[in-house]
Nanobody, 120 residues
Framework: QVKLVESGGGSVQAGGSLRLSCAAS?????SGWFRQTPGNEREGVAA????????QYADSVKGRFTISRDNAKNMVYLQMNRLKPGDTAMYYC????????????????WGQGTQVTVSS
């Protein structure tokens, strides 16, 4: 069983930065970050593939967010720069991609989330 624990969320003003962390117990495979606001579906933000190290991003965050991992520490990070009020959401870490397209496909494991609030 893979356990994912997110941290690093908080409140920040527009233009600021935050770094989210995801501790993935015993897991170094495919990982992703997603976000969700009340009343809306969860949306993919970024993904990193263990075999190639290739990263993918949603168009809305390209050039501002960076996903990375430290396999030695079983950690996945999301560096978020130039934050906008529209980035306000609960952010979730996901692991072990199963099928579909990563943005809205099926992932095996999910964390509990960490809240990010960006004020204007």
């Amino acid at each position: 069983q893979v356990k994912l624990v997110e941290s690093g969320g908080g409140s920040v003003q527009a233009g600021g930065s935050l770094r989210l962390s995801c501790a993935a117990s015993g897991y170094t495979g495919s990982s992703g970050w997603f976000r969700q606001t009340p009343g809306n579906e969860r949306e993919g933000v970024a993904a990193i593939w263990s075999s190639s190290g290739v990263t993918q991003y949603a168009d809305s965050v390209k050039g501002r967010f960076t996903i990375s991992r430290d396999n030695a520490k079983n950690m996945v990070y999301l560096q978020m720069n130039r934050l906008k009020p529209g980035d306000t959401a609960m952010y979730y870490c996901a692991a072990d991609f199963i099928r579909g397209y990563w943005l809205n496909g099926e992932w095996n494991y999910w964390g509990q989330g960490t809240q990010v609030t960006v004020s204007s």
